[in-house]
């Protein structure tokens, strides 16, 4: 058996090695422990944060139907309707009215509270990278906010633009959106580069490019397909219907929390996967550097 998995490890340029690695590591962090951290504080964050999002889409358009189309653009992400989600948001923008400065202020760091936990769960992939203090923790958080925030810009303002252009090409547009390939295309591409980024990014030591995208691409490519998978197990027959025999009125939102889970725990997988990719090619560069020496 020995002989088998060093001749498999050989073959695969020892992936054998790097996958094990990966698994030892992410058993050693606790990282399943630290992925449910982010989904509780995940499910505590999305509320402030849906609400930034929308208030400053709509401070932004000064269109009384702006905050519907926000919302509508941010639903979309979501692998199952959250009418309660959606609701309840409805509901608190209706009784707040305009947001000021410091209710911004103050909803931003509510949101941040699930950034902070994945930052320092994906800098704990490297054993050798240094803590990171609260503010720079924070500042991170508010980094990760401010992209979502101009990721939402651009959406609006694309669709905006194609309720201006000349009818072919809205056709045009219009036929693209409806290929389901092309739409799930462009969600992992987007993906891909957002956790590429954060895990070059994220991590307080050196991560070269290289080394982020192999993890990106496995992590991305698994919270696409769990995504999908979860979203027809939910619209299937018994799907939603099962948890909302057991949590009654709260079968929704205990749905959302364990998509959440799901998803961190392929990310911190990824980061995890990441270092244990640096580690090997490293040692096998110093490995190469020094019989060159000799």
Not at 264 to 280: E, M, R, T
Request: net charge positive; no cysteine.
């Amino acid at each position: 058996m020995k002989t088998l998995y060093q001749q498999i490890n050989a073959k695969t340029n020892g992936g054998l090695d790097i996958v094990k690695r990966t698994i030892d590591r992410f058993g050693k962090e606790r990282t399943a422990e630290a992925a449910a951290g982010i989904a509780f504080f995940g499910l505590f964050s999305l509320f402030p944060m849906l609400l930034l999002l929308v208030s400053m889409g709509s401070s932004v358009l000064h269109k009384p139907e702006a905050q519907d189309q926000v919302l509508d653009i941010l639903m979309e992400a979501f692998p199952f309707s959250i009418d309660i989600v959606e609701e309840n948001v409805q509901k608190v923008l209706r009784a707040r009215g305009s947001v000021r400065i410091y209710g911004l202020v103050g909803l931003a760091w509510s949101a941040t509270g699930a950034f902070t936990v994945l930052t320092r769960n994906i800098n704990r992939a490297w054993p050798n990278a240094d803590r990171h203090n609260y503010l720079k923790m924070r500042l991170m958080a508010f980094g990760m906010l401010a992209g979502m925030v101009i990721v939402t810009s651009v959406l609006m303002v694309a669709n905006m633009v194609l309720q201006v252009l000349p009818t072919s090409l809205i056709g045009i547009a219009s036929l693209l959106a409806s290929l389901r390939f092309f739409t799930h295309g462009v969600i992992w591409v987007l993906t891909f580069i957002t956790l590429l980024w954060l895990y070059r990014w994220l991590p307080n030591t050196n991560v070269l490019w290289s080394e982020a995208a192999w993890g990106s691409f496995i992590a991305s490519t698994g919270t696409f397909l769990v995504t999908i998978g979860f979203s027809w197990y939910l619209r299937s027959g018994s799907g939603l219907t099962n948890y909302n025999l057991v949590y009654g009125s709260l079968g929704t939102i205990v749905a959302l929390m364990f998509w959440i889970y799901l998803l961190s725990f392929i990310v911190l997988f990824g980061a995890h996967l990441s270092s244990s990719i640096a580690y090997y090619t490293r040692i096998k560069a110093a490995s190469n550097n020094q019989i060159k020496g000799n």
